[in-house]
């Protein structure tokens, strides 16, 4: 597979399918965007995490790739034919979201209760969660945006949020497995 096509040079790109659009077209903003929230995920990954909260960053890296080539997919494309073989677009499904859930439930067990909103910080591990926190509620607003113009699939909103809520919780435990200290915001007072 050669890396350079050249087709991209004159600032359009296609989707799954064929379709040509421009590079800024929502669609390529969307999946692009998760792509980068991907890499974050990668960096978190490869820092010092436990073997299980890797594992579980390794299947959202997956799931993410998965959502990508949905977002990549315009809807009158999602099931093609080549030749005698049909090729299904993959999908993420509910389930995903739920095992989101599950890891949010289960890692809240072991944190204490939340009293104020928390500054992003304390150590370098949490901040790139936090990035990859902020870089997710980026895609999902772009994602949002795209609904808007052309409907998707109603699980990348679900998913894309349900893991901003996963990052965050994730940030908190990491916050405590790399024994810093969670810095709760504080407004201050005016005088």
């Given at each position: ?33 998760v ?11 490869d ?5 299980n ?26 099931t ?28 809240n ?14 150590h370098?591990?949490?901040s790139y969660?936090?990035?990859a ?12 945006h795209l ?5 998707i ?39």
């Open positions: 597979m050669k890396i350079y096509t050249k087709t991209g040079d004159t600032g359009t790109t296609s989707l799954f399918g064929g379709t040509r659009v421009p590079k800024y077209h929502l669609r390529i903003e969307s999946y692009g965007t792509d980068e929230l991907n890499a974050y995920i990668g960096l978190i990954k820092q010092k995490v436990d073997t909260t890797a594992a579980l960053l390794l299947k959202i890296q997956n799931d993410l790739f998965t959502l990508g080539a949905m977002l990549a997919t315009p809807p009158e494309k999602e093609l034919k080549s030749g005698k073989d049909r090729l299904q677009i993959p999908k993420i499904s509910k389930a995903s979201a739920t095992y989101l859930e599950d890891a949010i439930d289960l890692m067990k072991t944190l204490p209760a939340m009293t104020h909103f928390v500054l992003p910080g304390g370098p591990t949490v969660c936090h990035i926190r902020c870089v997710c509620r980026r895609a999902e607003r772009i994602c949002v609904n808007d113009n052309e409907p699939n109603p699980i990348i909103l679900i998913y894309l949020n349900r893991l901003s809520d996963f990052l965050f919780v994730l940030a908190r435990k990491l916050t405590f497995d790399n024994h810093a200290t969670e810095i709760p915001w504080i407004p201050e007072k005016k005088k």
